[in-house]
């Protein structure tokens, strides 16, 4: 039989993303607390360990989508386009790993499975899937937002005969060259995989459920000077992105759309179609394209037109073409439309034609064509948000379980801490901000890790949000979000995009601005909203 010890630390991290890999540094270096972290993952990286598919990169601009808070590295960080590859965000992660000696705390290859709040130790024991059992006080949650993977499960996948792959555990380097290759799903990573693999393999068929909007992203080398001038400017841009709404690096728009005439809206719209960038072309131009019918259909319709002078067959350009609301996370690509005026390059439109199952040799859909495939790649998304915490065993206060606490709908105050759970953080957990993510993840994890200085400098034995701050946030998300076109229509941003999933507010969309204002505020009114109790009045009741 094997024997478990029990080690006690001062914090368990989870997570060996950006938000996993910042809690590590402030707590273990910068606190000097004992760390013990977890990833399943083989190595650190998060979304940029697993995402190895064919064209993965950010649609974040490069000199952004990196920790703002080391001056010293930001000197030292270089890129060489507009956009960051997947190889490019691992080797800066890897960077900051070695440069803070931050191996020593991560324990990799190693799940999560369990942690339990011990009411009376005031302590959470946590399991791993290698059966270690650990006690800490503090527990931080970087499980990732787009980390669980959605794998749908679709009739026949266990009788084909090539192979099945999912965009998010994808296999480094692998050759699909003079294969035949169906990609399922259009959203960010679809659009990335076929424009990548469409020019490479044999024949490529992509099966689109629900046709997006997406603009050209602007993918360009960038040179040294262009470096040398975001170096000396980064205080300013930093400034600029964490005093913004959508954190992207540039202002966004007040003006209506419907206040300018169609010439100037045409030519508004062109000039951002040309510069790129999705969320630039949602935001930056107009002020009400993500609030207004009106105004989103002005957008809707320009990139509509776009579409049609982009595909040469009338057929493919139709079923590329999306009818619905401009309401999801903004796409953008590098020559996605482009990609289907190739031959080899083929679209299945899922709603006049759905898949009717899959077989040894393809996928065959409704109208009772077999399309021929080697391989089926699967980028359909993720179980978003709350996907990583509903997998694990996670109980807190009276032994009330995660699932059962977060029955219907994932809650949360200010997306970082839940009542129940105490001296329990989550980094982008139900209702944070929505935006260019790093600097929102800085944000959490700078407040997030003060207040437990302040608790550890306080002799507190737990901090917790009340039930009713929970509510008030939950609330306060809700209102924002329906001010808004994104829950109009079904997408991961309110987890309307995996069978069987509740449909909830999962989202602060009031802006990163006006988010870290109120962190702030909470922070100077001696952790308004939050529950602390000092380890003398614990042991008393
Ligand atoms: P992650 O990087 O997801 O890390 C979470 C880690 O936790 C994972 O490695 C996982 O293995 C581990 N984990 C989870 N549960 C357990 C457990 N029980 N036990 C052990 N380990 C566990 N955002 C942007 O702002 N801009 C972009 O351009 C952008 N592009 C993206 C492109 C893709 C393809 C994807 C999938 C996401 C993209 N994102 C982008 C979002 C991206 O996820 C975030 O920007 C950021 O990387 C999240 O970091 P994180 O540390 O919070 O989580
Ligand atoms: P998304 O944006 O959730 O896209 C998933 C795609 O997969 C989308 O086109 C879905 O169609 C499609 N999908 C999902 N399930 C199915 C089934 N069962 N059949 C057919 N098609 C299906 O995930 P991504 O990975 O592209 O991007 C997620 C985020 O990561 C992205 O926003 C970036 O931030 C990075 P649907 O639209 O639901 O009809």
């Known amino acids: 039989s094997t024997t478990t010890t029990t080690q006690t630390v001062d914090a368990i991290v989870i997570g060996a993303g950006f938000g996993g890999i910042q809690a590590t540094h402030r707590l273990g270096n910068e606190f000097g607390m004992t760390v013990k972290a977890f990833d399943k993952a083989a190595g650190p990286g998060g979304t940029w360990y697993w995402n190895r598919y064919p064209g993965a990169m950010s649609d974040t601009e490069s000199h952004i989508y990196r920790f703002s808070f080391d001056k010293e590295m930001l000197q030292e960080d270089t890129w060489s386009n507009t956009y960051l590859m ?28 369990s942690a339990i709040y ?33 794998l749908p499960d679709i009739k026949g996948m266990d009788t084909f005969e090539g192979e099945i792959l999912h965009t998010g555990a994808y296999p480094e380097g692998k050759d699909l060259t003079g294969l035949r290759v169906g990609v399922i799903g259009s959203g960010s990573t679809g659009t990335q995989v076929v424009t990548a693999l469409g020019p490479k393999v044999k024949h490529l068929t992509h099966f689109i459920r629900t046709p997006q909007y997406s603009v050209p992203s602007g ?37 209506p759309a419907l206040s300018v005439s169609e010439e100037e809206r045409q030519r508004v719209y062109q000039e951002a179609w040309e510069r790129g960038g999705g969320f630039r072309f949602m935001f930056g131009t107009f002020g009400d394209i993500a609030t207004d019918l009106e105004a989103n259909e002005t957008a809707a ?41 190739r031959d080899n390059v083929d679209v299945v439109a899922l709603k006049e034609t759905p898949i009717e199952e899959i077989v040894p040799n393809g996928i065959r859909t409704a109208d009772g064509t077999v399309h021929e495939l080697d391989v089926i790649i699967f980028a359909t998304g993720f179980d978003a948000v709350d996907g990583n915490y509903r997998r694990m065993n996670i109980r807190g206060r009276n032994g009330i379980h995660i699932n059962e606490y977060w029955d219907g709908q994932p809650t949360s105050f200010l997306g970082v801490a839940t009542a129940n759970f105490p001296n329990w953080f989550m980094v982008l957990g139900p209702n944070g901000p929505f935006t260019n993510l790093v600097p929102s993840i800085e944000t959490q994890v700078e407040w997030f890790t003060d207040f437990i200085k302040h608790a550890e400098d306080n002799g507190l034995a737990s901090i917790e949000p009340s039930q009713e701050s929970v509510d008030e946030w939950t609330k306060t998300c809700s209102e924002i979000a329906d001010m808004t076109v994104f829950g109009k229509v079904d997408s991961w941003i309110f987890g309307a995009n995996v069978a069987g999933k509740t449909r909830s507010v999962l989202f602060y969309v009031g802006g990163l601005k006006n988010y870290r204002d109120i962190l702030k505020d909470i922070a100077d009114n001696d952790y308004r909203g939050f529950e602390l109790r000092s380890a003398v009045a614990a042991s008393v009741a």
């Open 86 to 113: 997947q190889a490019d965000i691992l080797a800066n992660i890897e960077r900051v790993m070695d440069r803070y000696d931050l191996w020593q705390y991560f324990e990799f290859n190693t799940e999560v499975t």
């Open 118 to 150: 011990l009411e009376d130790a005031e302590l959470w024991e946590v399991t791993t899937s290698k059966g270690d059992v650990y006690r800490a006080k503090y527990v931080v949650n970087a499980l990732g937002l787009l980390s669980a993977v959605n």
């Open 219 to 255: 993918f360009r080398p960038v040179d040294e000077a262009e470096v040398l001038e975001t170096r000396e400017n980064f205080d300013a841009i930093w400034d600029q992105v964490k005093n913004s709404a959508v954190a992207f690096g540039f202002d966004e728009s007040t003006t």
């Open 301 to 341: 319709a320009f990139i509509r037109s776009k579409i049609r002078e982009t595909v040469k067959d009338e057929e493919k350009a139709r079923k590329l073409t999306p009818t619905d609301l401009y309401a999801r996370r903004p796409l953008c690509d590098g020559g996605f439309f482009e990609t289907f005026n």
